[in-house]
């Protein structure tokens, strides 16, 4: 449990991963607040699950909210993974049945979870998430790029990483972020991390890490919601593409005046999503699924 939140317990599963066996690694760090159908939010690299609290508070008087710290990250950063889909079991096995709402990192992890594990996926919504670079040189590409930004934070050498502030700062300059302001980018949130669990969820998770599954997204059949800022020209697009083959189960909402982040932009027209999708497909049964 995380301490010092009111209201908040922990949650999950009786330690079991999202494909049934019991995954080696310690239970993620978690918590909940709120009464109701439960949704479990997952946040994005670098971030934590303090993060969302602006979301969780929107949402935490109609559904019970559940935030997780992926591995590397705020309260879990020591936790090790060996891929994506070992984290993706975590992720499940501290949600349990739920709609789960993944942000960048986060919607590649829930991505994931959703085609290994359906049964535990009422409903899905992913932020900025893609389902994998298909060009297997690009891939390789970004995973030696990731794995540079690791070495720099976590040297193999063992000699000091650049510290995790100076490195949040060359991140958050990035294309995808420099517009965000002060509350947006939370930087204070983004220190709770260390360098060491950073590079590892670089080197296992990062984007480069992560297998293209376009062909498995007919297999998809949860509701799903893509969600992308009218900013985000390049996620939008990935967004229709995931939809057209996902089928007539998928909704691509676009937020106006938005880029990348959008749950953190713009905190309460996301809730507002959020809670449009689950209201729109309450009572669909999907329990049959997997």
Do not use: K
Not at 19 to 48: D, K, N, Y
């Amino acid at each position: 449990m995380r301490p010092g939140r009111s209201g908040s317990r922990t949650v999950g599963g009786a330690g079991l991963g999202a494909a049934g066996a019991r995954v080696g690694a310690p239970p993620l760090a978690s918590s909940g607040t709120g009464a109701g159908r439960r949704i479990v939010l997952v946040h994005g690299f670098t971030q934590t699950a303090t993060s969302w609290r602006r979301v969780t508070g929107l949402l935490s008087s109609t559904y019970e909210v559940v935030t997780v710290d992926l591995p590397g990250h705020g309260e879990s950063s020591a936790c090790r993974v060996e891929d994506l889909g070992a984290a993706a079991a975590l992720v499940g096995e501290a949600g349990g049945r739920s709609v789960y709402v993944g942000y960048s990192l986060g919607g590649r992890c829930c991505l994931t979870l959703a085609l290994t594990s359906p049964h535990l996926v009422e409903g899905l919504v992913l932020v900025g998430a893609t389902a994998g670079m298909e060009d297997p040189a690009e891939r390789a590409a970004r995973r030696v790029a990731d794995d540079a930004l690791a070495d720099r934070l976590d040297p193999p050498d063992g000699t000091p990483g650049i510290a995790v502030r100076a490195f949040l700062e060359q991140w958050l300059a990035g294309p995808l972020f420099a517009h965000l302001d002060a509350e947006q980018a939370d930087v204070a949130a983004r220190l709770a991390n260390d360098g060491a669990g950073l590079a590892a969820s670089l080197r296992t998770t990062g984007t480069g890490t992560q297998l293209p599954s376009w062909e498995r997204l007919a297999e998809l059949e949860m509701p799903v919601g893509l969600v992308t800022g009218e900013l985000d020209v390049r996620f939008a697009e990935i967004a229709e593409r995931m939809g057209r083959a996902i089928g007539d189960n998928a909704t691509h909402v676009v937020v106006p005046g938005v880029g990348h982040a959008v749950p953190f932009e713009d905190p309460r027209a996301f809730a507002s999503v959020v809670r449009g999708f689950v209201e729109d497909n309450d009572g669909v049964d999907t329990s049959d699924t997997g």
